[in-house]
């Protein structure tokens, strides 16, 4: 090398190195944070062995002597990175680094507030603890209706950002949660969307219309990101189907996109029946894949149902699904009418209906073995289970979890093998039309949210005890108590490992300058 070529690297460190030690301090100078459980990130100390100490003040304090005097957290560490949560929300902090190795030294004092909104005032809103864990002290929850992470000791810890992402305020998001990923999904009135801890936008839906043949997709009710990267949601399309027709082969039907049928929507001839989809994106946000129940329902044992209302049209309501990516099919949910279809993948052909089968002039009757149910899932085991919101008893019953296992062929049903009624608090009504979800826990016990208008949260193990429970509540000033807060569904983080792969995910992101995907 000769002596120009030393000159130019020796510049072009002394350059770049100012703005890496800058951008390896975590969180940023003067940054609003919507969380208060932060990765702390700081300059390593080259080839030397040493400890930290990160030190947090409460208040904004330019001399260390303010400083001291203020000190709320300290904690320790042998890496050049520490998680620690600060006290409250709507609150400035300082905070700094003491390295310990053969000489003291310290960073200079950093500065960031945390910032507040209703869904994490305490005097707003809680989530008050019933059952206190044991077993999943280290876990944490996502609400959706609160857009808020919870530890299991009911303190808010993060919230969605004021922004795009959480809506007018009043909107409730849906099927918050951890991805595989170590991401955060949900959707919006407006649209799915991908998000990192810190609240960059990673990924939103194109919304445009591909699958349904409308103006937009309809998005609703589940959005998962696979294990491939792609993500996968229902969506929602109008079709003309007249069911009066006397034999599925002669039914009329046609997709129909909101500009085709503009000056045509309040003819009687034309019967808009909302049926579901299954879209498939890929990192693009090209359609790589999609599913239109109106290729099954259409020519399928519906064209029988006797609506006790006699409405010529059905909105069967498909409200969760579950891909179950190792065996290659797709369980799908429909409330309205009690039933969940199978669906090899990528074939779209449908290999398993589980419901009630509906015969020409024959009454509805019920399936015996669920109603009105949310949140289809399988088991480690390969169990099929559910949350039965088990309301075709005039809504007076109880919501329960039901563990099924399937049939070995095609024309068998389901088989019950573990249930669990739900129990409620107080006087409340048992209503529970809508809302609800399982997720399986890797013990074998499940975590639970019950239906929207009473939105418990519990785990239960398998053997039927109740690990941990807690209620989401708000304050009403008028009544002058606290009453039951809605949610759509809940979602849990298990445990110390997978919310620290989300927090440095955020800073990965940052560090490595990746950019916001907007298909």
Request: hydrophobic share 35%; aromatic share 12%.
């Given at each position: 090398?000769n002596s120009?070529s ?22 940023r100078e003067?940054?609003n ?5 932060i990765?702390?990130s700081f300059p ?5 062995v040493?400890?930290c100490?990160?030190?947090i003040?409460?208040g ?10 203020n000190?709320?957290k300290?904690c320790?560490?042998k890496?050049n ?10 609150t400035?902090y ?23 909104n ?13 059952v206190?864990?044991e ?9 959706d209706?609160a ?32 991805t595989q ?5 949900f959707?919006n009135?407006?649209?799915?969307y991908?998000i990192n ?16 043949g409308?103006?937009v997709?309809a998005?609703?009710?589940e959005?998962?990101?696979?294990s491939n990267g792609?993500?996968?949601v229902?969506g929602?399309?109008s079709?003309?189907w007249?069911?009066?027709?006397p ?5 009329n ?16 001839a034309?019967?808009k029946?909302?049926?579901g ?8 946000g ?18 029988y ?7 010529a049209?059905?909105?069967p ?17 429909y ?7 199978k669906?090899k ?6 290999i ?28 480690q085991?390969?169990?099929l ?6 309301n075709?008893?005039?809504g007076q ?15 068998g ?9 739900c129990?409620?608090?107080?006087d ?5 039309p809508?809302g609800g979800?399982v ?12 239906s929207?208008?009473y ?18 509540e ?11 807060c ?6 849990i ?14 800073e ?7 950019t916001?995907?907007?298909?």
């Open positions: 090398m120009a030393k000159i130019l690297g020796l510049l072009l460190f002394l350059f770049l190195t100012p703005s890496q030690t800058k951008s390896q301090i975590l969180p003067g940054c944070l919507h969380y208060r459980l990765g702390f390593a100390k080259i080839n030397e040493y400890s100490k990160l030190e003040a409460s904004y304090f330019i001399s260390e002597d303010s400083f001291k005097k000190i709320v300290r320790s560490s890496e990175k520490i998680i620690a949560e600060v006290p409250s929300f709507g400035r300082t905070w700094r680094v003491i390295y310990t190795g053969k000489k003291i030294t310290s960073t200079g004092l950093f500065h960031f507030s945390t910032l507040i209703p869904n994490v005032d305490t005097n707003v809103t809680r989530f008050r603890i019933l206190a864990a077993k999943y002290k280290d876990a944490y929850v996502f609400l209706g857009q808020t992470l919870y530890d299991m000791n009911g303190h808010p810890v993060w919230y969605v950002p004021d922004n795009e992402l959480s809506g007018d305020g009043t909107t409730h998001l849906r099927d918050l949660k951890i990923q170590a991401t955060i999904t959707i009135k407006a649209n799915i991908e801890y810190n609240g960059d936008v990673l990924w939103k839906g194109p919304n445009n219309g591909a699958v349904s409308a103006n997709e998005y609703h009710h959005f998962t990101r696979l792609h993500y996968m229902l929602m399309e079709v003309l007249d069911r009066k027709q034999s599925p082969s002669d039914i039907l046609q997709p129909v996109s909101v500009s085709a049928i503009k000056d045509e929507i309040n003819k009687p034309n019967r029946t909302p049926l989809t299954i879209i498939e994106y890929d990192e693009k090209t359609v790589v894949w999609s599913w239109k129940s109106s290729n099954y329902f259409t020519t399928s044992d519906l064209n149902y006797n609506d006790p209302l006699n409405m049209i059905i909105d309501h498909s409200n969760s699904f579950f891909f179950d990516e190792k065996e290659k099919v797709i369980y799908v949910s409330k309205n009418i009690s039933r969940v279809i669906v993948y990528p074939e779209g052909t449908v398993n209906t589980y419901g009630e089968i509906y015969k020409p002039g024959v009454p509805v009757k019920g399936n015996g073995m669920f109603c009105g149910q949310h949140s289809v899932r399988r088991s085991i390969g169990c289970f559910l949350f039965n919101n088990n075709c008893d005039s019953a109880s919501p329960k979890i039901k563990k099924f296992l399937e049939p070995a062929n095609e024309n049903q389901l088989k019950k093998i573990w249930e669990y009624e129990t409620v608090e107080g409340f009504a048992r209503r529970f809508s979800n997720i399986e826990l890797p013990d074998q016990s499940v975590f639970v949210c019950m929207g208008l939105s418990k949260v519990f785990i239960v193990s398998s053997d039927k005890q109740i690990l941990w429970s807690a209620l989401p708000k304050w009403d000033p008028s009544e002058k108590k606290w009453n039951v809605s949610q759509y569904r809940a979602s983080i298990p445990g110390r490992k997978e919310l620290e792969r989300l927090i440095w995910n955020d990965r992101n940052n560090l490595s300058g990746k916001a995907q907007r298909p």
